[in-house]
């Protein structure tokens, strides 16, 4: 997630269970990891997130854009396939829906 995280400022992140980290805390090392100037982005760009909802601004446009993408995959037999999550949006385009 470094890019997302960092807002293009070069950092790196990793998120697992604590039952893993407890084992590997002596070998983790990250390439822009740890430094003060990459938290503080790390930091700030989280709390802008929650703040202006950002999360919750992509879910809602996210959720709309692939209704109307599945509403043009209706009309149009181009278009396979759309999914997606937030707005991480994936459409399909085939020669043919039913051979793909």
């Given at each position: 997630?470094?890019?997302?995280i960092?807002?293009?400022?070069?950092?790196?992140?990793?998120?697992?269970k604590?039952?893993?980290?407890?084992?590997?805390?002596?070998?983790?090392?990250?390439?822009?990891?740890?430094?003060?100037?990459?938290?503080?982005?790390?930091?700030?760009?989280?709390?802008?997130?929650?703040?202006?909802?950002?999360a919750?601004?992509?879910?809602?446009?996210?959720?709309?854009?692939?209704?109307?993408?599945?509403?043009?995959?209706?009309?149009?037999?181009?278009?396979?396939n759309?999914?997606?999550?937030?707005?991480?949006?994936g459409?399909?385009?085939?020669k043919?829906?039913?051979?793909?």
């Amino acid at each position: 997630m470094a890019k997302g995280i960092g807002n293009g400022f070069p950092i790196g992140a990793v998120v697992t269970k604590k039952s893993i980290t407890d084992r590997i805390k002596q070998i983790y090392f990250n390439t822009f990891g740890g430094g003060h100037i990459q938290c503080r982005v790390g930091l700030t760009v989280l709390e802008t997130i929650q703040k202006e909802k950002l999360a919750e601004n992509a879910e809602k446009v996210g959720n709309y854009l692939i209704a109307e993408f599945t509403k043009l995959s209706e009309k149009h037999r181009i278009i396979g396939n759309v999914r997606g999550k937030g707005l991480m949006i994936g459409i399909e385009i085939v020669k043919n829906k039913e051979t793909k």
